[in-house]
């Protein structure tokens, strides 16, 4: 009687062994060039995460990242040292990462590998998501999306500035009605990616997380340490972004609310995004559609083309399809 009693005891702990390690779900890093990815590995490998975080580990990485731009490149001993201190294997190709995990963040900080590594996260099947930029410009960055949707596979990008508790409330109407907005941010450029895309494109996203999309008609003027870039929208909103060259970094804005002018968040670490990223995984929904990040990245080449042109004004609806139907041959080849 006693050794049948010690029999289903075990039995029992063995089944509750076993569930336990199903719940846990094996992440993979694609890219250590970049300070997410160490942030994202220490909040997820804690000894003691957070409950937000509980079920979910970095279980391996794929260090490469960029191989080109220096200061990418330089970031890569070090942060394969901290993954392998908290517990992530490293591996030798994203194939060999795709057999390990259940899910891909891709922290790569070049955007220029993102279509080429999305790629065979995609063919695979495993829920992913890109950390910024999407890609280098905005051809590519609808390409992904494209392929996505081929190969029926979530997909989401955000900044951090997004999630910051200031621009939700701004976003859910805290505040009231937005009227319009103005946010800035560093936009230190990077050659091999189109203007903003590199950088700038925190001031854009907490833009469009305040004003949302809509956004048809932008003009941009350039200075040596600045650049403005103001947009018009559908319903007549006019939203700017502010992108910072010189002087002391800044992020933020002014939000003008039905009921006066509200500050916008500035940036306050990966912990918010990160909860978004986790709360993806579980649930495959993605927490921001691809019309909107795709919108964000037409904005910031309608910028570009306006600069080209001037400052001219410059239709988003022009840009949109010229750079899809530059995608759709992208696409074609897969």
Same mark, same amino acid.
């Given at each position: 009687?006693?050794?049948?009693?010690?029999?289903?005891?075990?039995?029992?702990?063995?089944?509750?062994?076993?569930?336990?390690?199903?719940?846990?779900?094996?992440?993979?890093?694609?890219?250590?060039?970049?300070?997410?990815?160490?942030?994202?590995?220490?909040?997820?490998?804690?000894?003691?995460?957070?409950?937000?975080?509980?079920?979910?580990?970095?279980?391996?990485?794929?260090?490469?990242?960029?191989?080109?731009?220096?200061?990418?490149?330089?970031?890569?001993?070090?942060?394969?040292?901290?993954?392998?201190?908290?517990?992530?294997?490293?591996?030798?190709?994203?194939?060999?990462?795709?057999?390990?995990?259940?899910?891909?963040?891709?922290?790569?900080?070049?955007?220029?590998?993102?279509?080429?590594?999305?790629?065979?996260?995609?063919?695979?099947?495993?829920?992913?998501?890109?950390?910024?930029?999407?890609?280098?410009?905005?051809?590519?960055?609808?390409?992904?999306?494209?392929?996505?949707?081929?190969?029926?596979?979530?997909?989401?990008?955000?900044?951090?500035?997004?999630?910051?508790?200031?621009?939700?409330?701004?976003?859910?109407?805290?505040?009231?009605?937005?009227?319009?907005?103005?946010? #800035?941010?560093?936009?230190?450029?990077?050659?091999?990616?189109?203007?903003? *895309?590199?950088?700038?494109?925190?001031?854009?996203?907490?833009?469009?997380?305040?004003?949302?999309?809509? #956004?048809?008609?932008?003009?941009?003027?350039? *200075?040596?340490?600045?650049?403005?870039?103001?947009?018009?929208?559908?319903?007549?909103?006019?939203?700017?972004?502010?992108?910072?060259?010189?002087?002391?970094?800044?992020?933020?804005?002014? *939000?003008?609310?039905?009921?006066?002018?509200?500050?916008?968040?500035?940036?306050?670490?990966?912990?918010?995004?990160?909860?978004?990223?986790?709360?993806?995984?579980?649930?495959?929904?993605?927490?921001?559609?691809?019309?909107?990040?795709?919108?964000?990245?037409?904005?910031?080449?309608?910028?570009?083309?306006? +600069?080209?042109?001037?400052? #001219?004004?410059?239709?988003?609806?022009?840009?949109?399809? +010229? *750079?899809?139907?530059?995608?759709?041959?992208?696409?074609?080849?897969?």
């Amino acid at each position: 009687m006693k050794r049948r009693i010690l029999s289903i005891i075990i039995i029992a702990c063995l089944a509750i062994g076993v569930t336990y390690a199903q719940k846990v779900v094996k992440v993979g890093i694609i890219g250590l060039d970049t300070s997410h990815s160490p942030a994202f590995i220490g909040m997820l490998n804690s000894k003691n995460p957070k409950p937000e975080f509980s079920g979910f580990k970095v279980v391996a990485a794929y260090p490469y990242g960029s191989r080109t731009i220096e200061n990418s490149m330089k970031r890569i001993p070090g942060y394969i040292d901290k993954a392998k201190e908290n517990g992530v294997e490293i591996v030798n190709s994203i194939a060999d990462l795709l057999k390990k995990v259940d899910c891909v963040m891709l922290e790569t900080n070049d955007g220029n590998l993102h279509l080429e590594q999305a790629l065979e996260v995609l063919k695979a099947g495993k829920t992913l998501y890109i950390d910024k930029p999407v890609a280098a410009d905005l051809t590519e960055t609808i390409a992904i999306f494209m392929l996505a949707d081929k190969y029926k596979v979530p997909v989401f990008s955000s900044s951090a500035l997004r999630y910051v508790p200031q621009n939700q409330d701004l976003r859910n109407g805290k505040f009231g009605k937005i009227m319009g907005a103005d946010c #800035c941010s560093p936009a230190p450029g990077e050659p091999s990616h189109t203007d903003f *895309a590199w950088y700038g494109i925190h001031g854009v996203e907490t833009l469009y997380t305040v004003m949302g999309t809509g #956004c048809k008609q932008v003009s941009r003027t350039s *200075a040596k340490g600045t650049d403005v870039v103001v947009g018009l929208w559908e319903d007549g909103r006019i939203g700017t972004f502010r992108g910072i060259r010189q002087g002391k970094d800044a992020y933020g804005g002014t *939000a003008y609310c039905e009921g006066g002018k509200v500050q916008v968040g500035e940036y306050s670490g990966y912990e918010c995004l990160l909860v978004q990223i986790v709360n993806f995984f579980k649930t495959k929904v993605v927490p921001v559609t691809p019309e909107e990040t795709i919108e964000i990245f037409t904005f910031m080449e309608a910028s570009n083309e306006s +600069k080209r042109q001037g400052g #001219c004004p410059v239709s988003m609806q022009a840009v949109y399809d +010229k *750079a899809r139907y530059e995608a759709a041959k992208i696409v074609a080849k897969y």
